[in-house]
Structures are given as structure tokens and as C-alpha cells.
């Protein structure tokens, strides 16, 4: 009886969900229709929008290029791209219209073209016209604890919708790799669409790490000691890379800064026929000034490391490493050792590293022998440059590495992370003679920078010599003419 009884429960539980079906289906294709009408209506409001917008003094319509980048006030490598890239465009079309998103609400439009030009000497021939994002904490890591990938990305789409609804462009370019806007200003917006890679949201690297759980910055001990979620979060970055890739296939136009990032935006997004590696401009022309036929040695020697204090550059591998080699009998006979690490704070958060990293030198009993130089002006930097032995660089799968460049081109000796684009298109052998040095731990930064120190100054300016004959393709000149040609495409 109780078996009979069950086997009729379930029956009518069937015929039940069986009775909603068509029910559901109707209901379902009418909120698809209004969603559709109601997306519709938005695309031709904002079709009016972009109209009113270009519209010159003369009655003309102008095109209105904008750039997606809410920290352009930061003095990182992505900045300079942004700055030099506007530069380029505003030479070409001096006519249009020149628009940049940013979330920077403490300063003024002009202090952020004084900043461009003080910190990379770059002065625009053009106005430019800042719109306000006042919805930037959306994409701050510090809100999203958790699944920080995930929220940020949802929040760059709201950032975005913030965006599109004050100004709609006819070209849009994300140069700040925030991909999951690109189908907003594609579909809704009608824009001519491309995007500036620096670092893949998510990497085939990324996804190795957690696979093989693998301690990193981005994925906690917690995590990689436990199987079960290490296998939850390995699903999740599997589904989040197939959802980055859709969102980055939108793009008209793909530019990559290395062929690291090459490589894993091509598996990403498989968009092939319309991406191009375009080498980030480094200002290779202003280092050349400073003199290679001598060293100044005579106070000790100096080492420095250029890179914004984000997580990732992982300074603290730095001020160990040097701990180390202080601690090595060879640095006895060597003269006085000083590291001077040279970066931009976006925020607060890259404040807190700074002083965590200030103590971190106290706690290895360093703190006399390291310096801390943050948002300084360009010619400070190029002065450090000019005096410094070794560039110190230590960022694990760093996709291309602008610091590195400049140091090469000042004639510094590099030491850099022996991944990602040092290793694949920067730290390369220049007519088969070496360019630089390449390490990974704390041991191996430590004995590369007592071999280096210990070299005899003929053999370093020969490298010198090597690394700064083999930059030239990493120039302003040459990104202009990259970066030009393979826009083209969105002005036709």
C-alpha cells in the first residue's frame, strides 16, 4: 500500500510540473520579448545620445573616440599606454572628439594632463574631455573579498553602463582590460569597439595554479590545502574564463602588449583574425642621454626596482632577496649596497603595502639600507635610473614590463622574473649577446646580484651596451605606427 501510494504522489507531482510547462514557456518567452523591447528602446535612446553628442558647432558631426580607463591618474605602464595612444590618434584625427572615462573625482581634468606630462613627459596636441565615474569603488578589489575575479567583473559592467549612459562614443577602447563592458558599448551603445591587453583577467596560468594547488597571492593556503575546494575553484575559473572569453570576442579590434599575453588571450577569446601585438611605449629616447662609459661607484653601488606597489609585483621577494645578499660574504667586499624601490599608490590599499613593506624591511633588520620613492616626477626617476647598477623586477608572469625597458635603455643592468614577457620578449639576447639576467627565488635573485656587483665594469657595460642597442622596438615611434595601424579598422 505505501509503495502504491508513493508511486501515485510522484505520478501527480509529474503531471503537476507537467501542467506548468506550457504555462512557463509563455510566460517566459513574454518576459523575453519585453526585455528585448525593453533593450530596444535603450539602443535607440542612446543612438540619440551619441547623435547630440557629435554634433560640432558647425553643424558637422565629429567622431568621438573614447578610452574606458578609471585610473588615469595612476603613473603606472597602462597610463602611458593610454596617454601615448591618445597622442597618436589626436596627430591622426585632429578633428574628433576626445573622450576619457575616469573614476579620479579628486582631481581636475587639467592635473591630470599636468601629471601625464610630469611623470611621462607627454603633452596632448588636442583637448580631451574627462567624464566622471562616480561609481568606481565597483571594481576596487577591496570590496570583493571573495570571488574577486567575479565582482569586479560585474561591477565593470555597471561601471561601464555609468559610462555609456553620459557619453556614447563611436569608438570605444578599454585600455584598462576591463573586457565585460565591450558587449555593452557593442550591442547597446553601437560603437566601433577595441581593447588594449595588458594581463588577461584570467590566464591558463591562473587556472594551472589552482589545478596543482599552488600557494600565490591570489589563491590561499586555505584553498590549496583542501581538495574539495580547490576543485570549487577550479570550476569557478573555468566558468568565469569561458564567460571572459565570450565578452573579449566582442572586441572589433584586439591589441596585446606581449606575446605572453598573446598566447592566452588567443586561447580566451579565439578572435585571431583581429589581434596584434603592439609593444607598450617605453621612452627609450629620453634614457639615451645618460652616459654608459662610466660607472659612479665611488659610494657604493645602487639598486632600484620601478613598478606601481600592487600585490602582484610581489616587492616583498625584493627587500628579501636583498636581505640575502647583505648577508652574503661576497657583499663584504663590495661597497655600500642601497635598494631604492620607485612606484605609484593608486589608493589606499597600495598605501598599507608600502608601510607593510616598510616593516617588512624593519623585521630583516634593512630598513638604513632601503628607500621607498612613491609618485615621484620623471626627472627624479630618470636620475635614479642614471645612478643605479642593477633594475630589480619580481613579478611572477609579469605580461610585459615598461620598468624594465626604461631601466635597459638607461643602461641598468636587469635582473627580472624569469617568466612571462621578460623572459619570452624583453631580457632576450641582442645578436645572440646577452641583455640582462633572469631568476626566480630569493636564493636566485640573491647570487645573480652578487655576480652581477662582483662582474668587472667592462663586462657590465657590455651588457649595458647590449640591452639598450636592443630596445629601440619598444619605443614611442614604434607603438604609434603598431597602434595607428591597427586601429585603422575602427575608423573605416
Not at 501542467?19 to 530596444?40: D, K, N
Not at 593556503?221 to 570549487?232: C, D, G, W
Not at 571572459?244 to 588571450?265: E, F, K, Q, R
Not at 621577494?317 to 663590495?334: G, V
Request: aromatic share 10%; with cysteine; glycine share 8%.
Amino acid at each position: 500500500m505505501a509503495v502504491a501510494a508513493s508511486g501515485w504522489c510522484l505520478g501527480e507531482l509529474l503531471r503537476f510540473f507537467y501542467s506548468l510547462l506550457f504555462p512557463g514557456l509563455i510566460v517566459c518567452g513574454v518576459l523575453c520579448v519585453c526585455l528585448l523591447i525593453v533593450l530596444w528602446g535603450i539602443r535607440l535612446l542612446l543612438q540619440r545620445k551619441k547623435k547630440s553628442g557629435s554634433a560640432s558647432k558647425t553643424g558637422k558631426n565629429r567622431t568621438v573616440i573614447a578610452f574606458f580607463h578609471p585610473y588615469c591618474n595612476a603613473g603606472g605602464g597602462g597610463e602611458r599606454v593610454l596617454w601615448c595612444a591618445l597622442r597618436a590618434l589626436q596627430k591622426k584625427y585632429p578633428e574628433a572628439v576626445y573622450v576619457v572615462y575616469t573614476g579620479d573625482a579628486d582631481v581636475s581634468g587639467q592635473q591630470i594632463l599636468e601629471g601625464a606630462f610630469r611623470r611621462f613627459n607627454i603633452r596632448l596636441t588636442c583637448p580631451v574631455k574627462f567624464v566622471l565615474l562616480r561609481k568606481r569603488y565597483l571594481v576596487e578589489d577591496s570590496l570583493y573579498p571573495h570571488f574577486t575575479l567575479l565582482g569586479q567583473s560585474l561591477g565593470s559592467i555597471f561601471l561601464g553602463w555609468e559610462a555609456l549612459m553620459q557619453c556614447v562614443p563611436d569608438v570605444y577602447i578599454d585600455s584598462m582590460g576591463y573586457a565585460f563592458t565591450l558587449p555593452l558599448f557593442r550591442y547597446l551603445g553601437r560603437c566601433r569597439v577595441g581593447s588594449y591587453v595588458h594581463y588577461p583577467t584570467i590566464s591558463t596560468d591562473m587556472l594551472s595554479v589552482v589545478k596543482n594547488q599552488n600557494v600565490r597571492f591570489n589563491n590561499a593556503a586555505f584553498i590549496t590545502r583542501n581538495p574539495f575546494l580547490s576543485k570549487v575553484k577550479l570550476i569557478y575559473y573555468y566558468l568565469f574564463a569561458f564567460i571572459y572569453g565570450l565578452a573579449g570576442s566582442c572586441s572589433d579590434v584586439v591589441m596585446v602588449n606581449s606575446t605572453w599575453t598573446l598566447n592566452h588571450i588567443l586561447s580566451l577569446w579565439k578572435v585571431g583574425n583581429c589581434t596584434n601585438i603592439v609593444y607598450p611605449p617605453c621612452d627609450v629616447r629620453t634614457f639615451l642621454d645618460i652616459p654608459l662609459h662610466k660607472e659612479k661607484t665611488t659610494s657604493g653601488h645602487l639598486l632600484v626596482s620601478i613598478g606601481q606597489f600592487r600585490p602582484e609585483k610581489n616587492h616583498p621577494l625584493q627587500i628579501r632577496a636583498f636581505a640575502k645578499l647583505l648577508n652574503k660574504k661576497e657583499a663584504e667586499s663590495l661597497p655600500p649596497l642601497k635598494l631604492v624601490l620607485i612606484g605609484g599608490c593608486r589608493n589606499q590599499d597600495d598605501e598599507l603595502r608600502v608601510n607593510q613593506l616598510r616593516r617588512l624591511s624593519e623585521d630583516l633588520g634593512v630598513q638604513e639600507d632601503v628607500e621607498f620613492k612613491i609618485n615621484i616626477p620623471f626627472d627624479e626617476l630618470k636620475n635614479y635610473l642614471s645612478e643605479a647598477t642593477v633594475g630589480l623586477h619580481t613579478m611572477w608572469n609579469e605580461h610585459f614590463g615598461i620598468g624594465i625597458v626604461e631601466c635597459m635603455a638607461a643602461g641598468t643592468i636587469v635582473l627580472a622574473h624569469n617568466s612571462g614577457g621578460p623572459k619570452l620578449d624583453i631580457v632576450v639576447p641582442h645578436q645572440g649577446e646577452r641583455t640582462g639576467f633572469l631568476a626566480e627565488s630569493e636564493e636566485d635573485y640573491a647570487e645573480t646580484m652578487a655576480h652581477i656587483l662582483s662582474m668587472s665594469a667592462e663586462k657590465r657595460l657590455q651588457i649595458r651596451n647590449n640591452a639598450r642597442a636592443s630596445v629601440s622596438r619598444f619605443s614611442d615611434q614604434e607603438f604609434e605606427v603598431t597602434f595607428l595601424t591597427s586601429v585603422e579598422k575602427l575608423f573605416q
